[in-house]
Each structure stands twice: as structure tokens, then as C-alpha cells.
């Protein structure tokens, strides 16, 4: 089977809920990493085979393929096909798994993987809390007989992480904490300008709060009645787009293209959707048995900051050390504009693999429905 390599990446910045990038089209911020994209590598973009977008809550301004409208927004050949997908928070990164596939298969050279989404234009699970339809899961017969009648949401699924794991409301506070004090020190050190795209005078992530602290988080109200999990222990609300480039062997030769990293290794696993956000432990599991490789060998490890819960209890189940996981901070100091995390992650995490010159970076994302995506890339 053939090797798919990621040439580059770009981002937008992460703008606050409300802030710098709020009245941006979606289109508008998918079109400006896309042309930056297509600028940075020199492709032509007529030769790109497919265009591969996540987004969830495909409605209002991200609905009518989202994925097309950015492409074809940034004034690129309408020759060039899109499709927007919806694999919950890893949306982009199974876009970049799809992208893989397609070139490991040889049935595509060069595909563009990325996603997009303005959570303030469009709030998350817009598409479906309405007065006739609450939940997507109420109305369905089979899925109430196979797990009753219970409330199946992230946040509850979040406190009964919390309330398995024994942790605690001080623990999730202080990595909490932690991840704010990362992505602060990521900033000012300029470690994400090289991946940046400036878009309507922002220029720098809006999302860190380097002046939080733990007397602050501990004066929140939690999310749920009797529950510990707050605002501050949870993924910011941003908006935001990503976008990278996968390409073939043979590609890079025709194209004069430089690799940066090779896709080693794609799992995606299903596991509890009641516990919903758990998925990441086995399928972490699942994805180094089948690449032959240990927690050792892996050199840097992200996951999703969905809840603070979710990376202490998959930290404690796996191993995996804290000192070389989320270096430079994650969704709960820099946000998660769902769409686009996943790419966002990725192209961070390559980055902070060339700094450090190391080999493997292995990327997990818990996902609605218990579903989580795991890549593993190898610096090249």
C-alpha cells in the first residue's frame, strides 16, 4: 500500500465566542486557509484531486457542503470537488483520515483535508434542539430499548467520567489550569504564528487567559446541579478553520513537494455512547497494538480538550506521561471550533515534533455518539 505524507498546514487564529471572527462567513474562514494552503505549498490547485471538510451543525451559514462554498469562496477551480463530513469533534481529523485513505489506495494523489466552524454564528448542537425534536436520540424506539430512558448529553457524560475516575473538582481545576499556563507560554514564544493566517486584523489566538488561576475557577458555578465540572474545566467555545495538505509519493516527485510527516497509523473505535467521551482509552490501546509500537515510542501525545475529565481518566487508564501530552496547551485554553480541531491539533503537534526532532506524535479525540479517531504520524 502506498504512503500518504502531509506537506503543510495552516489555521486561522482561534477567535473567543463573540470576538475577532464572529461576524466571518464560515465560507469566508474556510476560503482563508484554503488559499493560504494552496499559496504556502505552491500547488496548483486544479491538480488537488478532492477537498475533504469537517463541520458539524451543517445548517444556516455552514450548511449546502460548506466544504465546496469555502473552496470555491477563496476563488479556487470549480473543477475541484468538495464534501463536508460530520464525525462529531473529529471531524477534521477523520477529513485528513479520508485524505490518507484516498491516496494509500491510489485512487487520489493530492486531497486537502481541513474543516471549519463559527460556534458563534452557529451554537453547537444548533441542528437539532428545536421545540419538536430535543435530542437526536428521544425519538428513536431501538436506541431507547438499548439504553433506556436516560439523558445521554456530553456534559453528563463529562461528571459520570469524573465520578468513575474518583476525580476530583480541585484535580480537573488544576489541569485546567495547567493547559491555560501551556498555551500562554505557546503564544508568547511565538510557536503557533508560523501556522497562523491572519484574517481581519486578528493575528494571535484570542482564547488563552493567561491571568486565570484556581481561586477564580473555583468561584464558577459547575455545569450541572451537584456536578464539578465548569466552564473553565471545559473546551472553550471558538471559532475558527484549519486546513492541510496530503499528498502521494508520486505526488511529491511530480510536484517538486517537501514532506513533512508520513501518516503512520489510523484507528477510529466506538465504545459507550452513554459514557460518550470515552472512546479515546481503547481506541489509544487499539491504535499502538496495531502499529507495533509502546507509549515509549511515541515522542509527543494530544488529545482533545473536550472536558478536563477526559484526559485525566484516559492519562491514568493508559500511562501516558502528562509531561508529553498537550505541551503547548489544549481546547480548554485555546478552544474548540469543532469542525476544525482535529487539523488544528495535528498540524500543532507536527510542529512541536520538528522542534523537538522527534519521530512519532500520536493524536486522539473523543467524539459524540462514543466514537474516537486516533492518527499516529512519523516526522519524515
Not at 491572519?198 to 468561584?219: N, Q, V, Y
Not at 458555578?221 to 465540572?229: I, W, Y
Not at 516527485?253 to 481503547?282: E, K, Q
Request: hydrophobic letters at 45%.
Amino acid at each position: 500500500m502506498a504512503d500518504a505524507f502531509i506537506v503543510d498546514f495552516v489555521r486561522t487564529p482561534l477567535g473567543r465566542r463573540g470576538g475577532g471572527l464572529a461576524n466571518i462567513h464560515p465560507a469566508d474562514l474556510g476560503a482563508a486557509v484554503l488559499g493560504a494552503l494552496v499559496d504556502r505549498t505552491g500547488v496548483d490547485p486544479a491538480v488537488v484531486d478532492d477537498v475533504v471538510f469537517g463541520c458539524l451543525d451543517p445548517i444556516g451559514p455552514q450548511a449546502a457542503n460548506v466544504g465546496r462554498t469555502s473552496w470555491l469562496s477563496a476563488g479556487l477551480p470549480e473543477s475541484v470537488p468538495a464534501v463536508t463530513i460530520d464525525r462529531q469533534c473529529g471531524s477534521s481529523q477523520q477529513a485528513v483520515h479520508f485524505a490518507a485513505q484516498a491516496v494509500m489506495s491510489g485512487t487520489a494523489d493530492l486531497v486537502i483535508a481541513g474543516g471549519v466552524q463559527s460556534m458563534s454564528q452557529v451554537p453547537i448542537a444548533a441542528s437539532w434542539q428545536t421545540d419538536t425534536a430535543p435530542d437526536p436520540f428521544s425519538g428513536s424506539v431501538g436506541f431507547r430499548k438499548r439504553y433506556g430512558d436516560q439523558e445521554i448529553t456530553q456534559f453528563r457524560a463529562a461528571e459520570l467520567i469524573a465520578d468513575r475516575w474518583g476525580l476530583t473538582r480541585a484535580e480537573l481545576e488544576q489541569f485546567a489550569l495547567l493547559s491555560h499556563q501551556r498555551a500562554a507560554a505557546a503564544v508568547d514564544a511565538g510557536l503557533f504564528d508560523a501556522q497562523i493566517v491572519p484574517i481581519d486584523g486578528l493575528s494571535r489566538d484570542e482564547t488563552p487567559r493567561p491571568d486565570t488561576s484556581l481561586e477564580k475557577m473555583a468561584g464558577l458555578r459547575t455545569l450541572t446541579e451537584g456536578g464539578m465540572v465548569t466552564a473553565a474545566t471545559s473546551s472553550q467555545i471558538a471559532d475558527g478553520a484549519s486546513a492541510m495538505l496530503v499528498a502521494s509519493e508520486a505526488a511529491l516527485t511530480r510536484y517538486g513537494l517537501t514532506p513533512r510527516a508520513r501518516v503512520h497509523h489510523m484507528t477510529v473505535l466506538g465504545s459507550d455512547p452513554v459514557l460518550m467521551l470515552t472512546a479515546p482509552i481503547p481506541a489509544t490501546r487499539q491504535a499502538l497494538d496495531r502499529a507495533g509500537l509502546s507509549v515509549d515510542d511515541i515522542d509527543l501525545f494530544e488529545i482533545n480538550e473536550a472536558f478536563a475529565p477526559v484526559v485525566l481518566a484516559w492519562l491514568r487508564d493508559t500511562g501516558i506521561p502528562l509531561e508529553r501530552t498537550n505541551v503547548n496547551g489544549g481546547a480548554i485554553a485555546l478552544g474548540h471550533p469543532l469542525g476544525a480541531t482535529g487539523v488544528r491539533i495535528m498540524g500543532d503537534v507536527l510542529a512541536e515534533l520538528e522542534r523537538r526532532g522527534g519521530r512519532y506524535a500520536l493524536q486522539t479525540m473523543c467524539e459524540g455518539g462514543g466514537l474516537a479517531n486516533v492518527t499516529i504520524i512519523e516526522r519524515v
